[in-house]
Nanobody
Framework: QVQLVESGGRLVQAGGSLSLSCAAS????????MGWFRQAPGKEREFVAA????????YYHDSVKGRFTISRDSAKNTVYLHMNSLKPEDTAVYYC?????????????????????WGQGTQVTVSS
């Protein structure tokens, strides 16, 4: 089993910044494609960002492109989501996910069904 634990979510003011972390178990973290998703109250879960196992490619939803940055550190078995210029619309529970298959990830990175394991989520609240 692969376990993912998110951390870093909190209350911030609009325009502020926040960084989330996702720590993964296992010795094969470097083979996992990783993604961040979020779910706002009353809304469906949506794609935020993703990064390939080798970190040679990253992907972003249009609503966060230019504001959010995804990165990973294989030595720490951790993936990060750095968020800048936060808006009230960013308020949601943020989830980390791992794809162990790596096949056609470039096509389906934005689909929750692509991922095999999920964390419990961390709450991000942006006030205005």
């Amino acid at each position: 089993q692969v376990q993912l634990v998110e951390s870093g979510g909190r209350l911030v003011q609009a325009g502020g910044s926040l960084s989330l972390s996702c720590a993964a178990s296992g010795r094969t973290f470097s083979t996992y494609n990783m993604g961040w998703f979020r779910q706002a109250p009353g809304k469906e879960r949506e794609f935020v960002a993703a990064i390939t196992a080798s970190a040679d490619s990253s992907y972003y939803h249009d609503s966060v492109k230019g504001r959010f940055t995804i990165s990973r550190d294989s030595a720490k078995n951790t993936v990060y989501l750095h968020m800048n210029s936060l808006k009230p619309e960013d308020t949601a529970v943020y989830y980390c996910a791992a794809d162990l298959r790596s096949q056609n990830f470039w096509t389906f990175y934005a689909r929750p069904e692509q991922y095999d394991y999920w964390g419990q989520g961390t709450q991000v609240t942006v006030s205005s």
